[in-house]
C-alpha cells in the first residue's frame, strides 16, 4: 500500500510539473500580428540560442538618435536546416529586418524576414 501512494504521489508530482515547463514557451503573444513593421539597422549582437534565436540590433530614427532593439526568431535547429550558423550575423553587419512589433511598442520584433546589405535574404526556420 505505502508503495502504491508513493507511486500516486511522484506521477501527480509529474503532473505539477508539466504546466511550468509548457507556460516557459511564451510563444508570439507579446507581438502584434497584425501589423508589420521594415526598418534598416546594424547588428550588435546575435545569439544562436534556445528557444528562440535573438538579433540585437541598433536603428536610427529620422533625427539620428539611436535606438537599440531586439528581434527574436526561429530556434537553432531551424535555422540550420535553412542553412545558418552561429556565425550568420555578426556585430557591425547592416541589415534590412522586418517583423511584428511589440504591442507594447517597447523595441521587440518578432522578426519574419531579414535582409543582408548586399541584398541576400536569409531564410528563416518557419514557414508561413
Not at 507556460?23 to 507581438?31: L, R
Not at 537553432?76 to 534590412?96: F, M, N, S
Not at 517597447?106 to 522578426?111: D, L, Q, S, T
Request: hydrophobic share 40%.
Amino acid at each position: 500500500m505505502k508503495k502504491a501512494l508513493f507511486a500516486y504521489m511522484a506521477i501527480s508530482a509529474g503532473f505539477v510539473a508539466i504546466p511550468r515547463t509548457a507556460e516557459a514557451h511564451h510563444g508570439w503573444v507579446e507581438f502584434d500580428e497584425g501589423v508589420e513593421v521594415t526598418m534598416p539597422g546594424t547588428v550588435i549582437d546575435f545569439h544562436f540560442t534556445n528557444p528562440h534565436c535573438v538579433v540585437e540590433f541598433e536603428v536610427k530614427d529620422a533625427k539620428g538618435k539611436v535606438r537599440k532593439w531586439q528581434g527574436e526568431f526561429a530556434s537553432p535547429p531551424e535555422l540550420v536546416r535553412k542553412g545558418w550558423t552561429a556565425a550568420t550575423l555578426q556585430p557591425g553587419d547592416e541589415i534590412t529586418i522586418t517583423g511584428h512589433p511589440s504591442k507594447d511598442h517597447g523595441p521587440a520584433i518578432h522578426v519574419s524576414g531579414i535582409r543582408l546589405a548586399n541584398g541576400q535574404e536569409l531564410k528563416l526556420g518557419y514557414a508561413k
